[in-house]
């Protein structure tokens, strides 16, 4: 990745100071070693085989296989037989700014948001493309990967265009598999931004319906309806994502970071990450994280 906006620290991926989006193929033989990352990842499968291998499990991979991954989640790839991936990478902060009205789009909130959140996903969403929408996929991964050496204050909006076409294509792929295609009830993006806004706070449903103005139970299945979960487990998937990119970009001791996502008891929030992760904190840090270096900014590189 000598040549790509994307660093390497320790087993830590993360994008240079100024990029918010990366497209670009990788060719795997044999393995690509465990590693975790600092921004949401959606990877297609192009050519070849291999096994993608992550807390969800083990899944033999084939061309026209997709998987999203939020920023977090660790994950490698073993027994590669050319396999050739084409990653698209954008930043958390791009999905908080740009892409915030997505959480409201049926199918790409369910994408980005919800879907990976549901379930025992772990925070990761696996589909499979056809031949005709694995041509369009590329074919908008191509156009994100022809302005990557371009100034993203002249074309920040063609960035955002291509990235969105790219995750549209995706997400109609997920929701025809997973029958989706209702629109979020607004109390539920409201209830999950209300919460994200303040992750510390002592939220109880209770309180939670009192803001939103509805009975609790009506809001749990308002909830579920979406993502499978009620309120408090989504609060929950939150925090520990929260917790994760704090042990790998932070020095504070784990038992403040657990105060700062809202569990100030220490071992209950250790029960709650290695639930999420697979891992205890200390070794999920120990594992992913390494010594901070500051590296130079580039020019506003994609």
């Known amino acids: 990745m000598a040549d790509e906006p994307v660093m390497t620290r ?82 958390a902060d791009l999905v908080r700014r740009e892409l915030a009205w997505a959480r409201e789009d049926p199918l790409l909130g369910y994408l980005l948001w919800t879907g990976p959140f549901s379930a025992q996903r772990r925070g990761m969403l696996a589909t499979h493309l056809g031949p005709d929408s694995v041509q369009e996929a590329v074919g908008h991964l191509d156009g994100l990967r022809r302005l990557r050496n371009q100034p993203l204050s002249r074309h920040r909006g063609a960035v955002i265009g291509w990235l969105s076409l790219y ?8 929701a025809d598999r997973d029958q989706r295609s209702e629109s979020t009830h607004p109390a539920v993006v409201d209830a999950m931004r209300m919460m994200e806004a303040d992750p510390a706070r002592h939220w109880t449903l209770s309180d939670l319906a009192g803001e939103l103005h509805l009975a609790p139970g009506y809001l749990v299945r308002l909830f579920k ?71 130079p900014a580039l020019d506003e590189k994609l």
């Open 167 to 174: 995750l549209n294509c995706v997400a109609r792929t997920v």
């Open 225 to 295: 309806s979406v993502t499978g979960l009620p309120p408090m487990a989504y609060l929950s998937r939150h925090r520990v994502e929260l917790a994760a990119d704090r042990l790998l970009h932070t020095d504070l001791p784990i038992h403040r970071i657990g105060e700062s996502v809202g569990w100030p008891d220490q071992n209950y929030f250790a029960r709650r990450f290695k639930s999420a992760y697979g891992l205890p904190a200390s070794l999920y840090r120990q594992r992913f994280n390494s010594v901070r270096h500051s590296y």
């Open 10 to 91: 320790g087993t830590v991926l993360h994008f240079v100071e100024g990029t918010v989006v990366h497209a670009g193929k990788h060719l795997h033989q044999q393995s690509h070693p465990l590693h975790t990352h600092s921004f949401f990842e959606l990877a297609l499968v192009t050519e070849g085989e291999g096994v993608h291998h992550s807390l969800a499990g083990r899944q033999r991979l084939r061309p026209g296989d997709a998987i999203l991954l939020r920023p977090g989640v660790w994950h490698e790839y073993v027994d590669c037989d050319s396999l050739e991936v084409y990653n698209c990478c954008f930043s």
